[in-house]
């Protein structure tokens, strides 16, 4: 094993604003051995979340951050190729937080095993990973939605928010989605079952939005923050719910980060507005992910993923096509090329 090496990529320098080259340092060292209890991964998938850039600042969050040095932290799925762990052998795939990098060693804990015969790797990161598990507690536990009601979601050709719109439709909610482009808010309405979708970046949101549920939304999931959190305030209507998923368009923006200045909208109709961490829910992701894959396998939802082929050193550009709306679906590394996948 030990003639082998292991590529990686570590966070060399916590960035200010958009991350740049120079934040990340490219290594190489031998692949390890595993010692007793621990099992050595072969990566060929690797998860690429927004909420990567939060774990490379310093400070107080709901994870440590990442430490200057450290292997870039990444949720991936790979082959067990060496094993001296009781539970896993030589050949099994696995999901887990391996890092941005070719080859993990792990103790085992919070890996499990993944069935790719019955499940491409890229859906068991996307609508049957972390993805999904937001998608659905955040609509139904902390969006509390209920079938049949009006939902806006943001951020709606990506990865949780597509999910979300594809939930509420199947529970026979309306749904209106706000996404970057023409291309996307068509692939929503004529693809994915949205009953409207608005460009954020066109003038006018609040007024387009009003035009589209005149009579507001119960269901306010947000991903995106800023003033696309402010138009949503302003499309409320009594008793709604607003999920603060995620905040995208602040993630790079730690000196200045814009509130909402619409927040009154809450005690005019009522609302609350609530924010979540998905890890909180672990005990409960068996049942999300029965539910899910159900949904699945009866064709009733889809899982769309946006992969791209390359190397662990695509990581740092790949990374920015989150922040730069150059992903539908879940974003996926996939290690090695197109054809060897
Ligand atoms: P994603 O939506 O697949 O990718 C990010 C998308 O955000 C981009 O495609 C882009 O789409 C949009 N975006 C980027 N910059 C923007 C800006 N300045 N203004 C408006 N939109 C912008 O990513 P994801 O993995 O599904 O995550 C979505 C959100 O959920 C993120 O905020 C993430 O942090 C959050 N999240 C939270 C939890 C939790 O536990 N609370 C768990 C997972 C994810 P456009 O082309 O439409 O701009």
Same mark, same amino acid.
């Given at each position: 094993m030990t003639d082998r090496t292991n590529h990686q990529v570590r966070l060399a320098a916590r960035p200010h604003g958009e991350p740049k080259p120079g934040d990340w340092a490219h290594t190489s060292e031998p692949v390890p051995e595993p010692a007793d209890g621990e099992l050595l991964v072969r990566l060929s998938h690797l998860s690429l979340d927004p909420a990567m850039r939060g774990w490379m600042n310093e400070g107080r969050s709901y994870i440590p951050p990442v430490e200057v040095n450290d292997?870039?932290?990444?949720?991936? /799925?790979?082959?067990?190729?060496?094993?001296?762990?009781?539970?896993?052998? =030589?050949?099994?795939?696995?999901?887990?937080?391996? &890092?941005?990098?070719?080859?993990? /060693?792990?103790?085992?804990? $919070?890996? @499990?095993? =993944?069935?790719?015969?019955?499940? !491409?790797?890229?859906? %068991?990161?996307? *609508?049957?990973?972390?993805?999904?598990?937001?998608? %659905?507690?955040?609509?139904?536990?902390?969006?509390?939605?209920?079938?049949?009601?009006?939902?806006?979601?943001? &951020?709606?050709?990506? *990865?949780?928010?597509?999910?979300? $719109?594809? @939930?509420?439709?199947?529970?026979? &909610?309306? =749904?209106?989605?706000? *996404? $970057?482009?023409?291309?996307?808010?068509?692939?929503?309405?004529?693809?994915?079952?949205?009953?409207?979708?608005?460009? %954020?970046?066109?003038?006018?949101?609040?007024?387009?939005?009003?035009?589209?549920?005149?009579?507001?939304?119960?269901?306010?999931?947000?991903? =995106?923050? $800023?003033?696309?959190?402010?138009?949503?305030?302003?499309?409320?209507?009594?008793?709604?719910?607003?999920?603060?998923?995620?905040?995208?368009?602040? %993630?790079?923006?730690?000196?200045? !980060?814009? &509130? !909402?200045?619409?927040y009154l909208r809450l005690l005019v109709e009522r609302a609350r507005m609530e924010g979540f961490v998905i890890f909180d829910y672990q005990p409960r992701y068996p049942e999300a992910q029965s539910q899910i894959a159900e949904w699945l396998r009866a064709g009733e939802i889809t899982s769309k993923e946006h992969v791209v082929h390359g190397g662990v050193h695509d990581f740092p550009d790949t990374l920015l096509k989150l922040f730069r709306g150059e992903n539908t679906g879940k974003l996926v590394l996939a290690l090695g090329s197109e054809e060897s996948a």
């Open positions: 292997v870039m932290r990444a949720a991936g /799925i790979g082959e067990v190729v060496a094993s001296r762990h009781p539970k896993f052998s =030589v050949g099994d795939h696995v999901s887990g937080v391996f &890092g941005v990098q070719e080859y993990a /060693i792990s103790d085992g804990r $919070g890996v @499990l095993a =993944v069935d790719l015969s019955q499940v !491409p790797a890229p859906t %068991y990161l996307s *609508a049957l990973g972390l993805t999904g598990m937001t998608a %659905y507690f955040g609509l139904f536990d902390v969006g509390a939605f209920s079938d049949g009601e009006t939902v806006l979601v943001s &951020g709606a050709a990506g *990865a949780v928010g597509n999910m979300v $719109g594809q @939930l509420a439709r199947l529970k026979g &909610g309306t =749904v209106v989605g706000i *996404a $970057g482009g023409p291309e996307k808010c068509r692939w929503l309405t004529e693809e994915m079952g949205f009953d409207a979708a608005l460009d %954020y970046r066109e003038k006018g949101l609040g007024r387009r939005l009003h035009q589209a549920v005149p009579d507001g939304v119960d269901v306010f999931f947000d991903n =995106v923050g $800023g003033p696309v959190l402010d138009a949503g305030l302003g499309a409320l209507r009594r008793g709604a719910r607003v999920v603060i998923c995620g905040a995208i368009s602040q %993630y790079n923006n730690l000196d200045r !980060p814009v &509130g !909402p200045a619409n």
